[in-house]
């Protein structure tokens, strides 16, 4: 369905804003060549397929090659989507690249891919919002979108989880795998695009799932190396029941705040973390299996990278068409959440 022009009451929602709308004009995804699946990971680790599929949905996952850090999958998937919308380097005037995986602390690592697909005229800066982060840097994007301040920018979520993971730990080395995907923005005079970003975060709760080593806390040392703190942390029970929460909240303020009704939505994209945490989601929300879009089964979760994977393989498929209007719910550390609505 095609919303009609300024049919909103609600002050909050977007298109009412003194100014230009925000539009994704393409999406592009990169996901390494090497798949791990959970019968490789049987013999790595106290696992099996069943326990792993039973617990999680997830099938296999891909992994990054030794030689390719966040920012090379960053640019192969900046490419595709720039490649789509038919727009040079040159044009891009700023990219927003949301990860937990950066090539090093600094600089951000969304100046190496500035380099890398050669966008000089772009400034360039990372957030950093966990799996939440693609919806928190379209948030951003849409900020300047809409300010008239830049009018084309380039948002990625890429993640190399695999560089944090303790391949020792089945209860986290089962769950994760690497990829990137991206977004190009820019005002569509014929679209109402980014209708609402919803964001929320929980800095009590900041221990459930994190890494703790590496930075001013616990710098790099001997000592941390040797307890592990530069690996991925999760307290599984207590991610799980917040995640289900918080996503539930944020889907139900974003919907609110456009004055539509789940049925109103075409498709679903959710974090693509955990099947059981999709469809706890989806039950609270009252929302058709038809109307959800997962991938979980093939790629794990890939954290800032999830949604905006899923989001491009919607497209592909053609799970979503011109005018339909998308949802997309998100959970990370921090604790992090978030839901958009976005008319395509």
């Keep these: 369905m095609k919303l009609p022009a300024r049919d909103f009451t609600n002050p909050r929602a977007r298109h009412n804003f003194e100014g230009r709308t925000c539009s994704i004009i393409s999406v592009g995804s990169y996901v390494p060549e ?30 990054a090659a030794q030689h390719q850090a966040t920012s090379d999958l960053a640019a192969r998937a900046a490419r595709v989507a720039m490649t789509r919308a038919k727009i040079t380097p040159g044009e891009i005037d700023l990219i927003i690249l949301a990860t937990i995986t950066p090539d090093m602390p600094f600089p951000s690592t969304a100046c190496l891919v500035q380099e890398k697909i050669g966008a000089e005229n772009a400034a360039a800066f990372d957030i950093q919002a966990a799996c939440s982060g693609f919806i928190f840097a379209l948030e951003i994007g849409q900020q300047f979108i809409m300010s008239r301040t830049y009018d084309t920018i380039l948002v990625i979520g890429a ?6 993971i303790n391949w020792n730990d089945r209860n986290t080395c089962v769950l994760f795998g690497d990829g990137a995907g991206a977004a190009i923005l820019r005002y569509r005079p014929d679209a109402h695009g980014l209708l609402t970003a919803c964001m929320g975060s929980d800095g009590a709760r900041a221990g459930l799932l994190c890494m703790p080593g590496g930075g001013s806390a616990f710098p790099p040392s001997h000592e941390t190396v040797a307890a592990g703190l530069h690996y991925l942390r999760m307290d599984g029970k207590e991610t799980y029941k917040n995640a289900v929460t918080a996503m539930h909240i944020a889907a139900v303020e974003a919907l609110r705040r456009c004055e539509l009704d789940i049925a109103q939505i075409t498709c679903i994209i959710p974090h693509q973390a955990n099947r059981r945490i999709i469809d706890a989601v989806a039950e609270r929300l009252g929302a058709k299996p038809e109307q959800l879009f997962v991938n979980l089964e093939k790629h794990g979760n890939t954290s800032a990278a999830s949604v905006a994977i899923a989001l491009d393989e919607a497209v592909q498929c053609k799970r979503i068409q011109r005018g339909d209007l998308v949802l997309l719910i998100v959970f990370g550390a921090g604790l992090t959440w978030g839901a958009a609505i976005i008319e395509w």
Excluded at 38 to 60: C, H, P, Q
Excluded at 159 to 164: D, G, Q, R, T
């Design 159 to 164: 993640e190399k989880l695999s560089s944090i």
């Design 34 to 63: 090497r798949v791990l699946s959970n019968a490789d990971l049987e013999k790595m680790v106290d696992t099996s397929n069943e326990w792993i599929f039973s617990r999680t949905g997830i099938k296999e996952r891909r992994i």
